[in-house]
């Protein structure tokens, strides 16, 4: 066996997709409320055209992260991204 893959909990996928949600939300909210004048005293209110970007920033956080930079910020720090799922122990036959 090349490569096996170890069982992640479901509860830390989970757990890692909102937080990635809240925080690109809340992140990416800001940056586009700010560069288009819509923040508030309370944080930022986006409608039109600067609420559609940011569901596109969104979006593209989590294909981007997910594709191209071996996961999104907080599915690296629990651990749920492909590359840490494989343990990398490869079985050796006859190696003594």
Known sequence: ????????STWRIIIATILDLITSFFLLGYIVGWITGD??????????????????LI?????VGGKYLGGTLWQRLLGTTRKQMQSGKRETEGDT
């Open 39 to 56: 923040l508030t005293e309370g944080g930022f209110e986006l409608s039109g055209m600067p609420a559609l970007v940011l569901f596109l």
């Open 59 to 63: 979006i593209l956080y989590f294909v």
């Open 1 to 8: 066996m090349a490569h096996e893959e170890k069982q992640v």
